[in-house]
T-cell receptor, first 115, second 111 residues
């Protein structure tokens, strides 16, 4: 069974440009999460999809960030326009069921550098 | 507010035992998770505790005391491959809500 895959693994862009990150969850996993780790800080929640619906987007930092999950399969996270403080590692995670002991399967992340 | 504290770095030698502590202060509690992350790789699930006590899984064990807001991850018979970052995370709310992570503890195992 393939794990959670993220693309690209690294992205270097200039301030003001647009970047789109992609996440392919494990097949059959209805729940998809985006998390972010800014250098020197802890991993922080961005949002949660259940199938194609946004269940919780309370962690999205501002309206420069747009997440979509059309068809309830893969998801994209677009940053437009990117700012310096958006640099960090963006993780995607998925799970089959929502449960208190829900085990998240993470991808390896996309390292975003905004120059 | 939310606060999860872990030591930043720890070192140990092969074959030894190491205990990684995690203290938390959150507005709610609905379980504590430990994840392992090797450099450049995905975090992988190690353990889950929601009731007080010790959960043992092979060389790894995790302990929780809810009254003290405290957990530890115990790694026995350390191997070089155990060198990684260990992340403590708490779920404050109901199932499906965000995990709140600590900054992680980087463990270096030497021969």
């Amino acid at each position: 069974e393939a794990g959670v895959t993220q693309f690209p693994s690294h992205s270097v862009i200039e301030k003001g440009q647009t970047v789109t990150l992609r996440c392919d969850p494990i097949s059959g996993h209805d729940n998809l999460y985006w998390y972010r780790r800014v250098m020197g800080k802890e991993i922080k929640f961005l949002l949660h999809f259940v199938k194609e619906s946004k269940q919780d987007e309370s962690g999205m930092p501002n309206n420069r960030f747009l997440a979509e999950r059309t068809g309830g399969t893969y998801s994209t996270l677009k940053v437009q326009p990117a700012e310096l403080e958006d640099s960090g590692v963006y993780f995607c995670a998925s799970s089959r069921f929502v449960a208190t002991n829900e085990k998240l399967f993470f991808g390896s992340g996309t390292q975003l550098s905004v120059l | 507010g939310q606060n999860i504290d872990q030591p930043t770095e720890m070192t140990a030698t092969e074959g030894a035992i190491v205990q990684i502590n995690c203290t938390y202060q959150t507005s709610g509690f609905n379980g504590l998770f430990w994840y392992q992350q090797h450099a450049g790789e995905a975090p992988t699930f190690l353990s889950y505790n929601v009731l007080d006590g010790l959960e043992e899984k092979g060389r790894f064990s995790s302990f929780l005391s809810r009254s003290k807001g405290y957990s530890y991850l115990l790694l026995k018979e350390l191997q070089m491959k155990d060198s990684a970052s260990y992340l403590c995370a708490v779920r404050e709310g109901q199932a499906g809500t965000a995990l709140i992570f600590g900054k992680g503890t980087t463990l270096s195992v030497s021969s």
